[in-house]
């Protein structure tokens, strides 16, 4: 990335760096040549009326502004009779002269009075006007060596070479550097990904002082904690699940041994083994279900078949789930449930929810067993809110950022032995938003806790 980032803007640089310099060749070049036939046609513009009309008596005069032209501006200038015979001239005549006076003449096509014109004959730029002089037609002819305007043409040139040539040179070390400044906290974001990537989640992605690199290691950062946060609750899934998988096909085996060996022929014992079985088989098949329906419903693979149900009655029906654990394990729910409440969700997502999160208040209620179960109408918002509280020990406003995160489970804010995988709530948590209810807890230290979920209420029989 470095070298092609070098590459880039070198390539960049020399690029502009040519175009300028060529368009400054082409300006100066145009520049000097309207610059010298503004300047000749200042001098003969200016001779011209000097000349124009004098008499011989002023030859003098005539003789000494065109040499005076001729010294502080590099030009020849000449005084041609009809004959094409230098009068007044301030060099001497050049070998080639009568092709000079031909070539002028073919300029100027025929003395006219006040005609001046400007024309090229290839090493000089001529300027030639009709003029009078001791009361004969003549021309007065200013030649500057165009060598004179070249010559300072390619000496800018040169100036313009060597500092196109230092320009390049300076951009190339910048751009060397502005390409490392850039690549640098690339390659040391690179350098932290594949340490990361080998498991070490110490990694600190640095910031960088362009913004879109410093927003980049932040949302390395935050990916990295997420990445670790799921990586430790993998690891303590596999820990729970290991285990809870391990005691019911403990037991299922050795009850399984027991009936063979010892109670197969003892009906009653052997029916009391049996039961053992079959509920060790069902908290087997749950474990299953909980780990099969978190990763089922994450992956998007459930649809939601929406309908209106009576929801009180369906309050009641999982209700009534739970009453074995009243009868075998003096739990203790209270219920306040208004009658006839309606709601448009799915009935076997909703059933989980509802189902997750009084087990959840099971799992986490204090020493006393009490469950408080409540599904109250609000009109006025045309919400039906349902709440679940335990007496349990209640969950830290820290655990609270975690408690929906999936194979998170509290180690430390309940007294019993808690089975389950850790997947219930983060189960509870996607059905909820895959519908855009809301939920949420609220919870006291010392005095438990209380989940809720808002359902919207409708006006309608139950049906399909």
Same mark, same amino acid.
């Given at each position: 990335m470095q070298v092609l980032l070098w590459r880039y803007f070198a390539i960049f640089t020399v690029l @502009?760096? $040519? %175009?300028?310099?060529? +368009?400054? &060749?082409?300006?100066?070049?145009?520049?000097?040549?309207?610059?010298? #036939?503004?300047?000749?046609?200042?001098?003969?513009?200016?001779?011209?009326?000097?000349?124009?009309?004098?008499?011989?008596?002023?030859?003098?005069?005539v003789g000494g502004e065109m040499n005076r032209y001729a010294f502080t501006d590099g030009v020849n200038v000449y005084l041609i009779n009809e004959l094409g015979n230098a009068e007044i001239y301030t060099n001497a005549l050049p070998s080639d002269w009568y092709v000079v006076v031909g070539d002028?003449?073919?300029?100027?096509?025929?003395?006219?009075?006040?005609?001046?014109?400007?024309?090229?004959?290839?090493?000089m730029l001529n300027y030639a006007s009709c003029v009078t002089f001791n009361g004969r037609e003549c021309y007065l002819l200013v030649r500057y060596p165009t060598n004179i305007m070249l010559e300072s043409v390619r000496?800018?040139?040169?100036?313009?070479?060597? @500092?196109? $040539? %230092?320009?390049?040179? +300076?951009? &190339?070390?910048?751009?060397?550097?502005?390409?490392?400044?850039?690549? #640098?906290?690339?390659?040391?974001?690179?350098?932290?990904?594949?340490?990361?990537?080998?498991?070490?989640y110490s990694v600190q992605f640095a910031s960088a002082e362009f913004e879109e690199i410093a927003q980049l290691s932040e949302s390395l950062n935050y990916a990295k904690d997420e990445i670790k946060k799921s990586d430790d609750f993998q690891r303590?899934?596999?820990?729970?699940?290991?285990?809870?998988?391990?005691?019911?096909?403990?037991?299922?085996?050795?009850?399984?041994?027991?009936?063979?060996?010892?109670?197969?022929?003892?009906?009653?014992?052997?029916?009391?083994?049996?039961?053992?079985?079959?509920?060790?088989?069902?908290?087997?098949?749950?474990?299953?279900n909980d780990i099969l329906n978190a990763s089922k419903v994450s992956a998007g693979l459930s649809e939601l078949n929406k309908k209106v149900f009576n929801l009180t009655e369906f309050l009641y029906g999982i209700m009534n789930k739970f009453d074995y654990l009243q009868e075998t394990s003096d739990y203790k729910f209270f219920v306040d449930i208004d009658p006839n409440l309606y709601t448009l969700a799915d009935e076997e997502k909703i059933y989980q929810v509802i189902y997750n999160l009084i087990s959840n208040?099971?799992?986490?209620?204090?020493a006393d067993k009490c469950v408080y179960v409540s599904l109250k109408d609000c009109p006025e918002q045309h919400r039906i809110k349902f709440a679940v509280r335990d007496t349990g020990k209640g969950i830290s406003d820290e655990e609270k950022e975690?408690?929906?995160?999936?194979?998170?489970?509290?180690?430390?804010?309940?007294?019993?032995?808690?089975?389950?995988?850790?997947?219930?709530?983060?189960?509870?948590?996607?059905?909820?938003?895959?519908?855009?209810?809301?939920?949420?807890?609220?919870?006291?230290?010392?005095?438990?806790?209380?989940?809720?979920?808002?359902?919207?209420?409708?006006?309608?029989?139950?049906?399909?």
């Open positions: @502009i760096i $040519a %175009v300028v310099s060529l +368009v400054c &060749f082409g300006t100066l070049s145009n520049a000097y040549s309207a610059q010298a #036939r503004d300047r000749i046609s200042q001098i003969g513009t200016g001779l011209t009326l000097l000349i124009d009309g004098k008499s011989s008596q002023f030859t003098g005069e002028m003449n073919s300029a100027v096509n025929g003395w006219t009075e006040n005609r001046a014109v400007i024309f090229s004959d290839g090493s000496s800018m040139q040169l100036y313009i070479i060597i @500092i196109a $040539a %230092v320009a390049i040179i +300076v951009a &190339f070390i910048i751009s060397y550097m502005l390409a490392q400044r850039i690549s #640098r906290p690339i390659r040391n974001i690179s350098e932290t990904a594949t340490r990361m990537a080998k498991g070490d303590e899934l596999l820990a729970n699940v290991s285990h809870d998988l391990r005691t019911p096909l403990t037991m299922i085996k050795a009850y399984a041994s027991m009936v063979k060996e010892i109670s197969g022929n003892d009906p009653q014992k052997r029916d009391k083994h049996l039961q053992v079985i079959i509920d060790e088989a069902d908290r087997l098949t749950g474990l299953v208040a099971v799992n986490y209620t204090g975690h408690i929906w995160d999936r194979y998170y489970r509290s180690k430390d804010a309940h007294a019993r032995p808690v089975k389950g995988t850790g997947l219930g709530l983060n189960i509870v948590k996607i059905i909820l938003q895959a519908h855009n209810f809301d939920f949420g807890v609220n919870s006291v230290i010392g005095e438990g806790s209380t989940f809720y979920v808002d359902f919207p209420e409708v006006s309608s029989t139950p049906g399909e």
